[in-house]
């Protein structure tokens, strides 16, 4: 977006100059840094299983990105996929979050086409999809990612600016369930 706009602006006006080569190698390399990203998840393919769609893989879509505080993942999915958040590994490689610690995993939908998760927490977090057992999840509809600080949290709207409302911010519709998992 900002990127492909830019090189066509900029080149374009300053297309005999390398001055404005540079300029537009630094307001794309700092536009990239300095606002919050929202990422689409699977980018066309959605938010599915490898048996709804072959062509997932969500490894490959993680590659090569940069995740950050205050940046969304948006899931585009349908009634018959989940998704959970969880910072607990076991629970990731369980695909399972039935007995997770509500203080780790989130349920972030029950069948909504879209759902937005912000990233609130550095460090790594895992998703997947929890319905069918974790069918969907084994079948290749779960991903990890390293959140870095980036920008840090976006800090709430100041009082100064009152036109602007606050952007809602998602919240978990059930939370899961508080007992520990069982030890193998
Ligand atoms: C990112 O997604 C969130 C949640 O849907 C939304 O509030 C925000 O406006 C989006 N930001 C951009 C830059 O699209
Ligand atoms: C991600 O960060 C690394 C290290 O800072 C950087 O080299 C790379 O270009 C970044 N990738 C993207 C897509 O921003
Ligand atoms: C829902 O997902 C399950 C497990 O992946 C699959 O067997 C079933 O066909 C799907 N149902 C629909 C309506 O897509
Ligand atoms: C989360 O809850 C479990 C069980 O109640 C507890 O053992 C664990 O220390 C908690 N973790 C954090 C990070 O609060």
Same mark, same amino acid.
């Given at each position: 977006? %900002?990127?492909?706009? /830019?090189?066509?602006?900029?080149?374009?006006?300053?297309?005999?100059?390398?001055?404005?080569?540079?300029? /537009?190698?630094?307001?794309?390399?700092?536009?990239?840094?300095?606002?919050?990203?929202?990422?689409?998840?699977?980018?066309?393919?959605?938010?599915?299983?490898?048996?709804?769609?072959?062509?997932?893989?969500?490894?490959?879509?993680?590659?090569?990105?940069?995740?950050?505080? %205050?940046?969304?993942?948006?899931?585009?999915?349908?009634?018959?996929?989940?998704?959970?958040?969880?910072?607990?590994?076991?629970?990731?490689?369980? /695909?399972?979050?039935?007995?997770?610690?509500?203080?780790?995993?989130?349920?972030?939908?029950?069948?909504?086409?879209?759902?937005?998760?912000?990233?609130?927490?550095?460090?790594?977090?895992?998703?997947?999809?929890?319905?069918?057992?974790?069918?969907?999840? &084994?079948?290749?509809?779960?991903? #990890?990612? #390293?959140?870095?600080?980036?920008?840090?949290?976006?800090?709430?709207?100041?009082?100064?600016?009152?036109?602007?409302?606050? &952007?809602?911010?998602?919240?978990?519709?059930?939370?899961?369930?508080?007992?520990?998992?069982?030890?193998?």
């Amino acid at each position: 977006m %900002g990127r492909n706009q /830019c090189s066509r602006d900029l080149l374009l006006l300053f297309s005999s100059s390398s001055l404005g080569f540079l300029l /537009c190698f630094f307001i794309s390399f700092t536009s990239a840094a300095d606002a919050y990203q929202n990422y689409t998840v699977g980018d066309n393919l959605g938010w599915f299983d490898n048996k709804h769609n072959p062509k997932i893989n969500y490894q490959r879509w993680v590659a090569g990105k940069n995740f950050s505080l %205050g940046d969304f993942l948006i899931f585009n999915t349908d009634k018959n996929h989940s998704v959970i958040q969880t910072y607990n590994l076991i629970t990731y490689k369980r /695909c399972d979050y039935n007995n997770a610690n509500a203080n780790d995993t989130v349920v972030w939908s029950a069948g909504q086409p879209v759902v937005a998760v912000p990233l609130l927490k550095e460090g790594m977090t895992y998703f997947f999809s929890g319905n069918y057992d974790g069918k969907q999840c &084994k079948h290749g509809q779960h991903f #990890k990612i #390293k959140v870095l600080h980036g920008l840090g949290l976006p800090r709430p709207s100041r009082p100064s600016m009152p036109r602007r409302r606050p &952007k809602p911010v998602p919240v978990p519709l059930v939370a899961a369930g508080t007992s520990r998992y069982p030890i193998r």
